[in-house]
């Protein structure tokens, strides 16, 4: 068993989602980072180590230490947020593993909306980056999905130093590294500066993950923990709007809803409006921080959480509804003007078209009604003239419009509800900002 600090709850939250390629070494990493914090004890890492031996998955058997927590979970439920968590001296850190699978990419957006930090983990094996990065491998996807769904900084982690294939060579690091660092840069709008970090490790050995390795004297950073102890808070102050997006919801005594808390804090008792329906008034009967599942009656910005509600029964929510203060509701709607940029489609798209928006931890259908200019991507000038389509790689204002009400806000007043990504026949086609929201009838 894992026990928590009593001073746990008083740390900074901070959520860590680990993307990249399938097989890249994801698990691997998030499982090591356990145990080099005493999350899963020699015994626990024996026995899977014996599991892993009997099902011929020996070097699998790190990555097992994320089920730990899906043992306990509540009855089998599938608790998506917080998978695993781990503590240092001065942070919790709530790990969020996503799939790296193509038709997992879906529910990687639920779970990187949750996230401050992407680490983006690349395999240095012979071979492997080239198929995770330039093969159509979900590397770029997934780099792309983290900035959209508003990933401050991701670490860039070129894992599998320790292979034959590499063995800690600094030229094969830096080839890698050159390779991610313009389209991070130019495709995915991270600033090199200020949001990119990249470092070497080996997910499997531990090394480079908490303590600097001898292997590798070239790289004279930290090492991954320590460097991210040393990132700046991220999170909202305490008296801005509550702002709880729901991700998950299910039945069990009650209505019970899981979600990361964006902004403003919640306490035992508290009365809140379940949006987009201002008329769902609900009161919070019990609090309790996720994954770790500790009862609380307070809670602040960036942590997850799972809520008892009173007022609403469990069909009568969706994920993607908002939980917030009465005092001050959130925006719901249909209509919305967003500007978008087409990343991947065969086809021009025309008014009339339609795809999947992803918006927090919404998913709606949508249509684009109208194109409303076209935007040059470089001087940010609009079209005089409507377009009739729009096509890859070009920037468009449209308006959209969704099959049912959602809740959303501009990106400038609220950037975690304002920002999307549109889907269609499983592919990732356009990013977007929402600029304005249409009143009905408009
Ligand atoms: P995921 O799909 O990204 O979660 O990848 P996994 O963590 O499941 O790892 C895929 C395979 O790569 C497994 O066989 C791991 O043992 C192996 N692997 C992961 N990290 C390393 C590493 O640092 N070095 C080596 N040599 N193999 C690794």
Redesign the pocket.
Known sequence: MVTTPPDAARKEHVSVV?I?????????????IMYLTGMVDDRTLEKYKEKAKEKN????Y??WALDINEEERDKGKTVEVGRAYFETEKKHYNIL?A???KSYVPNMIGEASQADVAVL?I?A?KGEFETGFEKGGQTQEHAILAKTVGVKHIIVLI??????T?DWCHERYEECKEKLLPFLKRKVGFNPKKDIHFMP?????G?NLKEPTKQCTWYTGLPLIPYLDTLANFNASNDGPVRLPILDKYNDRGTIVLGKLESGSICKGQQLIMMPNSKHVVEVLDLYHMPQDEETVHATPGENLRLRLKGIEEGEILPGFILCNAENLCHAGCTFDARIEILEHKSIICPGYNAVLYIHTCVEDVQITNLICLVDKKSSEKSKTRPRFVKQDQECIVRLRTARVICLETFRDFPQMGRFTLRDEGKTIARGIVLKLVPERD
């Open positions: 680990f990249g390629h399938v097989d890249a070494g994801k698990s691997t990493i998030a499982g090591h998955r020996e070097s699998w790190l990555s593993d799939p790296g699978h983990v395999s094996r894992n599998k130093m320790d292979d034959p590499v490790c080996s997910g499997l050995t090394a």
